[in-house]
């Protein structure tokens, strides 16, 4: 349910390492892959303040991504080119000063930008949209929205997706990935010993 108290479509996420039976590790089911890569896509946001990140798929391919920070050639939030991200501004306030575009708006353009079209796609979120992106994914031509945690689903963002045609569903049960980063400390091939030849 959203914060409004409005039903949303969810889907039961199959744990993404589920043991077959013959003992073999299952493949993750599509929606947990491409939610799985969202969320390692959502690691190049420089916002400083949330990560957020958006898959478009098509015919079960990636066909762009895109997480939200400050505009190409324009200083990132998290090197202080936001004055709403650099101020104390609240949750939902002052976005009227905030530079950064959003994970959705920026895969839709980056789709575009490369003359893909995103007709008839479904897009992955690792957040729920706002109802300027949702606009954006009517106009774009994508027909379903998926996405992990909700941020405020209003019920006019619901509506006017509803009104489009394009499903809104949430992914729930969802066992977030665990993600190596760049800066972890790496082992040494040569120096792991292994006792699988013994």
Known sequence: MTSTGTPVNEIQARPAQATHPAGKTQRPEWDVYFM??????????????????????KDRRIISTGYNG???GVRNCDEGGCPRCASNAPSGTA?????????????ITQAAYHGISTKDATIYVTLSPCLMCAKMIINAGIREVVFDEEYSVTEQTRS??????????????????????????????HEHSCECSK
């Open 70 to 72: 400050a505009p190409r």
């Open 95 to 107: 976005l009227g000063d905030c530079i950064c575009s959003h994970a959705e708006e920026n895969a």
């Open 36 to 57: 799985d890569i969202a969320h390692v896509v959502k690691t190049r946001s420089n916002c400083s303040r949330r990560n957020v990140a958006a898959v478009i798929v």
């Open 160 to 189: 006017i997706l509803r009104e489009a045609g394009v499903t809104l569903r949430r992914l729930v049960n969802y066992a977030r990935p665990v993600l190596v980063r760049p800066d972890a400390p790496r082992i040494d091939a």
